[in-house]
């Protein structure tokens, strides 16, 4: 069960991101702001520590960046922030519970007391039986209440959604379409996530909301001059001290203004006081070490190699901005992947008590489908073997009731997919070898 108080901020508080200017991420912001006129959800992507969340927290905690972007309109725009890490490894019924107990917490933070009133209501009478379909219906009933009654555009913003992914199911996607169906064009669903929904879940599983969100994409830049300012002043307010321009603007510099390398850099120079070597000093912090693991961990191999060897080509390295005109722009990440030692010679290891993939300190089945993650597992149970195409078919597939309907091309599209996962260099694989006429060899 969601511990229902745990899920209610305190009306009181008054929320951070409400403090921002409002130009703050006023691109991105504009871009979202466009699907959702438009009645389409869409996706935010970024890089760990770039702000999702705080992006998300200005949407629904600062109204004079939602003035800057709809005015006086933005009264017909109600925005509701759920963060999906706390309902991992939940039921779809605590799912709902979530969605239902956020909307309510939202409304009552808006002061919109006569909504909030009804919703609540709607809420307690719903959640008596503890039934999924029936708290569903309730849902349904709220919907219709503030979209189709108040004339008001529901927007989720579902946060860290990369962290409930391996839970998701056909259902999830399901019930967001027969919500959109209701409201039309006043409801959209925006995903904060490290990588597109397609590249991290299977096409089945979203199919029946994939009209609605697919190609949507906003990628979050690795830095935002406006809100790096905000916070820059914060920490000098918080210290009692003005910053030197000359160190700020060397920090800048190193960690190519990315929000969180940025703030813990600055933070631990105000503790100092002697930094002959900035860039030495910064490489050597604990904290700024935790930073650049929490990067590292989130680039496949072979964007891992771009990094490293000052590579182009990686997509996903150019779309958030850690490659712009084919030179990185953390000049610290560079450094800190000269130094860190080849992981060449790990080994793909599955935990089963943990059940996840990892080599080195990356973990691998975090940016794995279900289907990629099974196949990924066979392969590791039984490297060195050559694996017939049936075998792996009926391991992977075991879940369908026959396997008869699986293709060739769907096997070779699966390896395909986990190659860029896993392979240095995808069209050269080293790890997923094709034995022809035979099938595949986990080279471990």
């Known amino acids: 069960m969601l511990n229902n108080k745990s899920s209610i901020i305190n009306t009181d ?21 466009t699907f959702i006129k438009e009645g389409k959800s869409c996706q935010v992507i970024g890089l760990p520590g770039v702000g999702r969340s705080n992006l998300f927290g200005l949407l629904s905690f600062n109204r004079f960046v939602r003035g800057e972007h709809l005015g006086e309109n933005q009264k017909w725009f109600h925005f509701i922030y759920a963060n999906f890490s706390e309902v ?22 808006r002061k919109m007391d006569k909504e909030h009133k009804k919703v609540q209501e709607i809420f307690k009478e719903h959640i008596k039986l503890n039934d999924e379909l029936v708290l569903f219906q309730g849902l349904k009933e709220a919907v219709d209440y503030l979209a189709i009654d108040k004339e008001l555009t529901i927007v989720f913003l579902i946060d860290r959604f990369e962290e409930y992914i391996h839970d998701v199911g056909n259902e999830f996607f399901a019930n ?23 590249l991290l879940l299977d096409p089945t ?26 916070r820059i002043s914060y920490i000098e307010k918080v210290m009692g001290k003005k910053l030197d321009k000359e160190i700020i ?20 120079i105000t503790t100092e006081q002697n930094q002959n070597n900035l860039s030495d000093f910064l490489m050597k912090n604990k904290n700024i070490q935790a930073t650049f693991l929490e990067i590292w961990q989130e680039l496949t191999p072979s964007e891992q190699k771009s990094i490293t060897n000052d590579a182009v080509g990686e997509e996903y390295l150019e779309k958030t901005g850690l490659i712009i005109n084919n030179k990185i722009t953390i000049p610290l990440l560079k450094e800190y992947a000269s130094k860190k030692p080849s992981t060449e010679k790990e080994k793909f290891k599955f935990n089963e008590s943990a059940n996840q993939i990892t080599k080195a300190e990356s973990i691998i089945s975090e940016n794995l489908t279900l289907l990629e993650f099974k ?31 699986v293709t060739d091309q769907a096997l070779d599209q699966l390896v395909s997919r986990v190659r860029k996962k896993i392979e240095e260099n995808p069209k050269d694989p080293q790890v997923i070898l094709t034995i022809k006429g035979r099938g595949f060899k986990f080279e471990n």
């Open 176 to 198: 967001l379409r027969i919500l959109r169906n209701r409201a039309k064009y006043r409801f959209s669903a925006i995903f904060s996530l490290n990588r597109p929904l397609d």
């Open 13 to 33: 508080k008054v929320h951070f991101e409400a403090l921002y200017p409002k130009e703050t991420r006023f691109s991105e912001i504009e871009k979202i702001i």
């Open 88 to 109: 991992k490894g939940r039921s779809l019924l605590d799912v709902n519970k979530f969605f239902f107990l956020s909307l309510v917490t939202s409304l009552r933070e």
């Open 249 to 268: 603007d060397e920090v800048l510099k190193l960690t190519g203004g990315h929000g969180k390398l940025t703030r813990v850099s600055l933070e631990n």
């Open 205 to 230: 599983v979203f199919a029946q909301f994939y009209e609605f969100v697919a190609g949507n994409i906003v990628y979050l830049s690795i830095s935002d001059p406006v809100g790096l300012a905000f």
């Open 375 to 405: 196949l990924l597992k066979f392969f590791i149970q039984n490297a060195g073997k050559i694996l017939e195409r049936d075998e792996i078919v009926e391991n992977v597939w075991q879940s369908l009731a026959s396997t008869e309907g």
